[in-house]
């Protein structure tokens, strides 16, 4: 047991209050003269503690700004700051508790009884929404620490540190195997650290397990789901100081189930009220907090089984006013803590009633494994059935040794309007007999409809009395009306733990800093993180820096980084065979030193990805990728691989290769001066490659023309990245070398009209249908798509991608309408200001019908239309020209 | 005046205060603080340290026997192999491929008795059975990556690569999650006071 001998002080509502190790919040508390703890979901009555355990919702706070806490479950730490919920002003004074007197106007369903009309609820959803609810959520930043994940693996899974886990973990380690024990608890044993009668904690058991080797043991960590494959789900709280929740995985060969019964109320009227108490949660204030629970009270049991109870009260100096059996209860008054407990045959004066209530089998997980629930008359409880080879239960959760506390189904059941069942959404007997008798008598609709077992508690406390309510007004039998099904996760798990620590996986290029140096504004691009322009001193906005750049490489010369290109390495004697079974292009008579662009299309002739293929040789390529697709190239390649025995091998260099497009009329001048590779355009034609050393860094060099103009495409290795980059830029300087971004290279290859695959087609397109006819070679031998594309040549698409210049000054944005003689024909799929144009370009989809050269199509803007023509050429030195200066 | 060789970490380790030193064309930290107080940290419980600059090859094709000894088996046909650089590469077989992947990876040698907990925070990759000079492909802080165990004399130690694109994410995250550890990084001097290569 935990040393109660050093104090600290935390704050429940702003205020210091004294509290010992080894305390919850609700044990200290209580301890300081603390009854009610919360209030009521819809009803906001005064509720105190119920459980001790983490069962019931009766306990829940905010504690550091998260909320809906169990304190009863939290253990104390010093200069927490713990605040109550779900009343105003205050626990002692709510004035929402008025609306008791308005629950003839709430029956059950009383949502689908009122609100017949849609706009009755649409009127009512803001007002409901405001008083509804517990806990309130922290402001996004606040109130949240860090969180943990791990992954853990284990041969034998045992869940519970009680008798039956400890004793089950030995036996196994001493036969070992490796084993992982799960408790939930701050220190082992189970219900022995608080049921004196079962002979206290198992001490030496507990040391002798922690010095066997291959034996695990995880504290204050609940399971809370089984999954396909014994995947266990468990949450550990503070696994230190660091860190508030960790979410463990552990994956186990076997599970052994050894989680226990807890114990449940049953109904009666006022059976709500703070001061009425499970015995168990008497227990645990006695023997683990040293707490004397009350002054006077009365023990509620059927035969001996309030006997333990009873002793552990006189030991704590409690006077035990009576012992009277559950059928002889009629009701608890009190307003706001109980102070009488009716009986049939008297009254008693009390202020702590405790009740011995039936105990049912925390078999959640073992119903998760693919057990049937079946109803056990002689244990009073639905045991698991039919596990599967690989998990097992022991002790209490089998249900053995359990004997029931009350009759099931109820013989005697008083039908009151505040004899709670399902205390956390203050479902009445009254309620669910009222809901049987309109139709909805099986526990799964009865449930729905009463929302029984729907709240915080997840059917824990209400589950069992509510099928005996059931039961009893329908005539079955327990095991024919049955259970709701248990999902994990149960208990419940913070939406903290699941997400885990704040990482999201951030790509950089390898020239990430010198863009930060140079004003980058950044885009996100998948997880790429890239420049979409440069803040500069000239430049006033995005607009200015962008047309800057764009001038910069129409005139002189730019720099981009494209590093986040994907890039293949494919070597083999039988590579060129491959890429031509997959691209579209020829590329088997390829010469080493040229270039060539393609795409891949899938067997409907449907357009995948495009990109360059270099031949560095006889058997190697360079593949390039559009930004992000990487994956899924490599994959179709393997995939088409496949089966063919073909001598081929790919690897990704996509995170290896820096690579910039240095663009512009001068960019010959700028890389000469890095490099003795020949770039005239005789040595060094447009679409050629050749493999040099610029600024004495081993590079591949591609002359292609993305943005329109002379240009090189540099590859080389991601460590030469800031090197490489800034004597680019110092080469350029005199002639005022720009770098530009994702924005300027977008309107520089728009001009070009160069269509992006996956921005300006999708899922539907093929060549045909985007006007890049000239990429499929039909007279190929089979390619894949090339059946498809066969048959769709020469036959007229619905939708063509056109090309169109504005007619007024109007931008249009991508994705707009378009329209013709006023119906809807198309849409933009990339769009932006021309400076050489003077007016707005871009690209759209249009009917075919109406996508002839020359013609007039309208375009939803600023609310309005405006109009464009249709142009089949690039905007842009429509004859190449400039790329092959 | 020759190419400066840069990890992806090179940055972040400039603003922890690292002093750097040429290593094979590679600008890299020798220490962070003092490379007996790395070295220290390491040995009583983890510590990190970004050896990008290993050369790295990416070998395919049926192997020869001589290859298991030599590299990280990664699949039947499929092999990795690490060196210092500057150390002798195998003799490869003109049945193989062999690319030099070296810049496609950031790679950190996470290393200590507690590196096996932090791992843990970092990968489903079954730690416990992860044995000295085993190898295993799985998702590392989560991005596609190879965890290679090869230990310091007795100390636990784990080569950890991810895509060099995702290096700067994955060391963030791995000093997170060594944070309960007081994980530390560590240079290239540390290694000397406790006998491992460079």
């Known amino acids: ?28 508390l209580y301890r300081a003269g603390r009854r009610i703890f919360t209030r009521s979901f819809k009803y906001h009555r005064p509720r105190g503690l119920l459980c001790m355990a983490g069962k019931c919702p009766n306990c829940l706070v905010n504690v550091d700004g998260t909320p809906n806490v169990r304190s009863c479950v939290t253990p104390v730490r010093d200069g927490m700051q713990v605040r109550h919920q779900n009343a105003f002003p205050s626990l002692e004074s709510d004035w929402l508790s008025g609306v008791q007197r308005f629950d003839w106007l709430m029956p059950v369903g009383w949502y689908y009884k009122t609100m017949t009309h849609e706009w009755s609820w649409h009127a009512a959803e803001p007002y409901i929404r405001k008083v509804a609810g517990l806990g309130v959520a922290p402001e996004p930043g606040k109130g949240s620490t860090d969180y943990e994940h791990e992954w853990r693996h284990a041969e034998v899974a045992v869940i519970g540190g009680g008798p039956a886990g400890l004793q089950a973990a030995f036996e196994l380690a ?19 650290r608080y049921r004196k009668a079962a002979g206290g904690i198992p001490s030496q058991l507990i040391a002798e ?33 660091g860190a508030i929740e960790r979410l463990i995985h552990l994956r186990a060969k076997r599970v052994v189930i050894a989680a226990g019964a807890y114990e449940v109320p049953f109904p009666f009227e006022n059976n709500d009220l703070p001061g009425i108490m499970l015995s168990t949660a008497v227990q645990r204030l006695i023997r683990l907090h040293q707490i004397k629970p009350g002054n006077r009270a009365v023990v509620v049991a059927n035969g001996s089984q309030g006997d333990e109870v009873t002793a552990d009260l006189r030991e704590a100096g409690v006077e035990v006013a009576g012992a009277i059996t559950p059928d002889q209860v009629l009701s608890a008054l009190g307003s706001s803590h109980v102070t009488t407990l009716r009986a049939r045959h008297g009254e008693f004066a009390c202020d702590l009633v405790v009740i011995c209530g039936p105990r049912v089998p925390d078999g959640g997980l073992l119903h998760q494994a693919g057990a049937r629930m079946a109803w056990n008359e002689e244990r009073g409880a639905f045991l698991s059935l039919g596990l599967p080879a690989n998990v097992s239960a022991v002790g209490e959760v089998t249900g053995a040794w359990l004997v029931p506390a009350i009759p099931l189904p109820p013989q005697d059941l008083a039908f009151h309007k505040r004899s709670f069942v399902c205390l956390c959404n203050d479902v009445s007997t009254v309620d669910l007999r009222d809901a ?5 008598d099986q526990i799964e609709t009865l449930k729905r409809y009463t929302t029984l077992t729907m709240g915080p508690c997840q059917g824990r406390m209400c589950q069992l009395s509510g099928i005996g309510v059931c039961a009893r007004e329908t005539g079955r039998s327990m095991g024919e009306t049955g259970v709701t099904t248990s999902r994990p996760p149960n208990p419940s798990v913070s939406l903290g733990a699941l997400a885990g620590p704040r990482h999201h996986p951030t790509r950089r290029t390898p020239m990430h800093y010198a863009h930060e140096e140079s004003g980058a504004v950044w885009m996100d691009m998948g997880e790429w993180k890239r420049p979409r322009y440069y803040k500069t001193a000239s430049s006033s906005d995005e607009r200015a820096s962008v047309e800057e750049e764009y001038r910069a490489v129409r005139e002189r010369v730019g720099l981009i980084d494209v590093s986040t290109l994907g890039k293949l390495d494919v070597k083999g004697q039988d590579a060129g065979k491959l890429l031509d079974k997959v691209y579209t292009n020829r590329f088997s008579d390829l010469k080493p030193g040229r270039v060539r662009y393609s795409v891949l299309c899938d067997e409907a002739g449907i357009m995948l990805d495009d990109g360059t293929i270099s031949r560095l040789d006889e058997n190697h390529y360079f593949i390039t990728t559009t930004t992000g697709n990487l994956d899924f190239v490599q994959q179709w390649l393997e995939w088409w691989l496949v089966g063919t025995g073909w001598d081929v091998h790919i690897t990704n260099l996509t995170g290896g290769r820096a690579a910039v497009n240095l663009a512009g009329p001068k960019a010959r001048d700028v890389l000469q001066a890095l490099t003795a590779c020949d770039l005239s355009t005789k040595a060094f034609p447009y679409m050629a490659c050749r493999e040099a050393d610029v600024a004495e860094v081993p590079a591949l060099l591609m002359r292609i023309g993305f943005v329109g103009e002379t240009g090189w495409e540099i590859h080389f290795p991601a460590e030469y990245g800031e090197h490489l980059w800034k004597k680019l830029l110092d080469a350029g300087k005199l002639l005022n070398i720009r770098p530009f971004g994702v924005e300027a290279q977008r309107l520089l290859r728009l001009e070009k009209r160069h269509v992006i695959v996956g921005v300006d087609t999708d899922a539907l397109s093929s060549p045909y249908d985007a006007g890049m006819a000239w990429v499929a070679k039909l007279d190929k031998i089979d390619f894949i798509g090339r059946n498809a594309l066969s048959r769709l040549s020469g036959t007229t698409p619905p939708q063509s991608l056109i090309g169109f210049i504005m007619n007024e000054d109007a931008i249009p944005q991508d994705g707009a309408a378009i329209l013709v003689n006023g119906t809807l024909a198309g849409r933009v799929t990339s769009s932006r200001y021309s400076p050489h144009q003077g007016k707005a370009v871009g690209l759209a989809w249009v009917a075919s019908a109406s996508a002839r050269e020359g013609a007039e199509i309208e375009i939803r803007v600023n609310g309005g239309t405006a109009r464009a023509r249709i142009v089949p050429d690039a905007f ?9 200066m | 005046m020759a190419a400066v060789r840069q990890s992806p970490l090179f940055h972040t380790h400039e603003q922890a205060g690292a002093s750097f030193v040429d290593h094979h064309g ?36 049926q192997p020869p026997e001589t290859l298991d000894r030599a590299g990280w088996r990664l699949g039947p046909q499929h092999f990795l192999i690490t060196r210092p650089p500057g150390a002798q590469l195998p003799d490869f077989t003109p049945t193989l491929s062999v690319t030099d992947v070296t810049s496609v990876y950031a790679q950190f040698l996470l290393a200590g008795p507690r590196s096996r907990d932090v791992l843990r925070k970092l990968t489903s990759l079954n730690v416990a059975t992860l044995v000295n000079l085993a190898c295993g492909q799985a998702s590392v802080a989560h991005v596609p990556g190879k965890v290679l165990r090869e230990d310091i004399g007795d100390i636990p130690a784990f080569h950890i690569l991810v895509s060099r694109e995702y290096g700067e994410s994955a060391w963030e995250a791995i000093l997170h999650a060594g944070h309960e550890f007081h994980i530390a990084p560590f240079g290239l001097k540390a290694l000397e006071f406790l006998g491992g290569r460079a």
């Open chain 1, 1 to 28: 047991m935990a040393d109660g001998s050093r104090k600290f002080t935390f704050e429940f509502d702003g205020k210091p209050v004294e509290a010992r190790d080894g305390d919850t919040v609700a044990s200290a």
């Open chain 1, 174 to 192: 001493q036969g070992g195997a490796q084993v992982t024990v799960v408790d939930d608890q701050i220190e082992l044993g189970g219900h022995r």
């Open chain 1, 209 to 241: 397990l922690r010095s066997m080797p291959g034996v695990e043991i995880i504290s204050r960590a609940y399971c809370f789901g089984l999954y396909e494959g014994n995947l266990l789900g468990i949450v550990q709280a503070n696994p230190h100081a």
């Open chain 1, 436 to 440: 049987i008798q309109e139709g909805f």
């Open chain 1, 876 to 884: 842009y030195d429509p004859s190449g020209d400039r790329l092959r």
């Open chain 2, 26 to 61: 590679w600008r890299v930290p020798a220490y962070f603080t003092f490379a007996q107080k790395e070295a220290e940290q390491l040995a009583k419980s983890v510590a990190v340290s970004d050896v990008s600059w290993m050369v790295k090859l990416d070998v395919k094709g």
